[in-house]
């Protein structure tokens, strides 16, 4: 009895789960699935393929487009490099032609000014000159007033000019 038990609780569960399965569709999907493999197999294939040349293709553009950025970059920095230098080299020489253009401006301030100096020596010397030769000239302008009074009251007028033009020649000769 136990045999039979067994057997027809193997034959139940057996066709129990047949049945579940007939009653599930399991093995109608399996069986579309398998279709669909086969039958499509060749489909999936040359699309997995075209995808997978897709992707290798946009690998090789991005690695392309990568390197070629890359480069721009080299391009650029080296660009910036010699910019730099440039730019330094500019300053240089603009400091060059700044101590140049100072030099040349205090130059010629130094002429200017010793030029003015040296015209006020001139002014000061022509003054001095003038000045004295006033003083000559009052002098003996003077000394003549002078002489002329004392001739006048003790000498006659013929004696009075020839002592005058004597006078009158020897300043002239000593100045």
Do not use: P, W
């Not at 045999?3 to 193997?10: D, I, K, Y």
């Not at 669909?36 to 999936?44: C, E, P, V, W």
């Not at 002098?139 to 004392?150: E, L, R, W």
Request: proline share 0%; with cysteine; glycine share 2%.
């Amino acid at each position: 009895m136990r045999s039979q038990s067994l057997n027809f609780v193997a034959s139940n569960t057996t066709s129990d789960f047949i049945s579940n399965l007939l009653e599930s569709n399991v093995i109608n999907i399996i069986i579309l699935i398998s279709l669909l493999i086969y039958l499509g197999k060749r489909t999936i294939v040359t699309n997995l393929n075209d995808r997978k040349l897709n992707i290798q293709c946009s690998i090789l553009e991005a690695e392309k487009k990568l390197s070629q950025a890359q480069l721009r970059l080299a391009e650029a920095e080296k660009k910036i490099t010699e910019s730099e230098e440039i730019i330094s080299i500019l300053k240089h020489e603009a400091k060059i032609a700044a101590n140049k253009i100072k030099e040349l401006i205090v130059n010629n301030a130094k002429r200017k000014i010793d030029k003015i100096i040296l015209d006020g020596k001139t002014i000061i010397a022509n003054t001095e000159i003038e000045i004295m030769n006033q003083i000559k000239n009052r002098i003996i302008s003077t000394a003549i007033d002078k002489t002329k009074i004392k001739l006048t009251k003790n000498l006659q007028a013929e004696t009075i000019e020839r002592i005058t033009d004597n006078k009158i020649t020897f300043l002239n000769n000593n100045l």
